[in-house]
């Protein structure tokens, strides 16, 4: 092979590289991405994911600031509770130990 295809083969490869970050940054100003635009917070979050078995999971979602217990399986997901309350955070809860 000859320079010239070696230089060939990088800027095609280079230019194919730019062509797809040009894409990347449309899409998300269009906001066609999974990110949230600046200056405004996610409503959704997924707390814990526990693995109940092979195809069933335990899902804990919040949205706003409302968490819902749901699981999930093969053939659908079922909502087992609503309005689930938060612990508080281990750092707040004094332990036998730090008395």
Known sequence: ????????????????????????????????????RRGTQRRLAVGEVMALDAKHKLVLVR????????V?????????ETNVLAEPSSAAVPTEAGR
């Open 63 to 70: 949205r706003d600031d409302v968490e819902h217990l749901i």
């Open 72 to 80: 999930l399986g093969p053939g659908a997901a079922t909502i087992l």
């Open 1 to 36: 092979m000859a320079w010239t295809q070696y230089l060939q083969f990088a800027l095609s490869l280079g230019f194919v590289l730019a062509l797809i970050g040009v894409l990347a940054l449309l899409a998300q100003r269009l906001g066609l991405g999974h990110a949230p």
